[in-house]
């Protein structure tokens, strides 16, 4: 299973003005910089919750075992449209699909009712994710921590040998309420 984002979100869950604010700068020079930390913090806030907060089109990539068996679509908690399905085949052309799907309280899961037998794959293309930023405070605050720390330290802090990356303290205590154990 690969899960991408091919339609990024138009707007984050933080401004450039809030989060401005929040690190203390009151010049543009920096302001490129801090767009782009902002964004790696929500798609880290993402990842480490298993939701999309803000709306994006995501496509999951499914092998023929995991096609042929009910799934469920990854960060579809806030979903909002399945806008295709479509069987790889092993010729290289792709055949749309058809599917049904039912909404739960966390994830969409989904079936495909007609696979063909030759196929090499399967790829479902949906929107995911909440128009505006509200109810997400927690979310809010998490992605100013993740701002200010890479901000203000823009060395690695991590230098031992675990793989485990550091956040700032409470990063995690703030997503965890709303995090979907996998």
């Given at each position: 299973?690969?899960?991408?984002?091919?339609v990024?979100?138009t707007?984050?869950?933080?401004t450039?003005?809030?989060a401005?604010?929040y690190?203390?700068?009151?010049?543009?020079?920096?302001d490129t910089?801090?767009?782009?930390?902002?964004?790696?913090?929500?798609?880290?806030?993402?990842n480490?919750?298993?939701?999309?907060?803000?709306q994006?089109?995501?496509?999951?990539?499914?092998s023929?075992?995991?096609?042929?068996?009910?799934f469920e679509l990854?960060?579809?908690m806030?979903?909002?449209?399945?806008?295709?399905?479509?069987?790889l085949?092993?010729d290289?052309?792709?055949d749309?699909?058809?599917?049904?799907?039912?909404?739960?309280?966390?994830?969409t899961?989904?079936?495909f009712?007609?696979?063909?037998?030759?196929?090499?794959?399967?790829?479902?293309?949906y929107?995911?994710?909440?128009?505006?930023?509200e109810?997400?405070e927690?979310?809010?605050?998490?992605?100013?921590?993740?701002?200010?720390?890479?901000?203000t330290?823009?060395?690695?802090?991590?230098?031992?040998?675990?793989?485990?990356v550091?956040?700032?303290?409470?990063v995690k205590?703030?997503?965890?309420?709303?995090?979907?154990?996998?």
């Amino acid at each position: 299973m690969k899960l991408e984002c091919v339609v990024a979100p138009t707007v984050e869950p933080v401004t450039l003005a809030e989060a401005r604010e929040y690190l203390r700068v009151d010049n543009d020079i920096e302001d490129t910089l801090i767009t782009s930390l902002i964004k790696a913090a929500r798609i880290w806030c993402e990842n480490y919750t298993h939701q999309a907060y803000c709306q994006q089109t995501l496509r999951l990539t499914l092998s023929p075992e995991e096609a042929a068996a009910a799934f469920e679509l990854p960060r579809s908690m806030y979903m909002q449209d399945i806008t295709s399905a479509n069987a790889l085949l092993a010729d290289g052309t792709a055949d749309q699909l058809s599917y049904k799907s039912a909404c739960g309280d966390i994830y969409t899961r989904m079936c495909f009712t007609d696979l063909p037998a030759n196929i090499s794959g399967a790829q479902v293309e949906y929107v995911a994710g909440k128009e505006t930023a509200e109810g997400f405070e927690n979310v809010k605050t998490a992605i100013l921590l993740l701002v200010n720390g890479m901000y203000t330290n823009r060395l690695p802090t991590n230098l031992g040998k675990s793989t485990e990356v550091e956040v700032p303290f409470g990063v995690k205590a703030l997503l965890n309420p709303g995090r979907v154990i996998l």
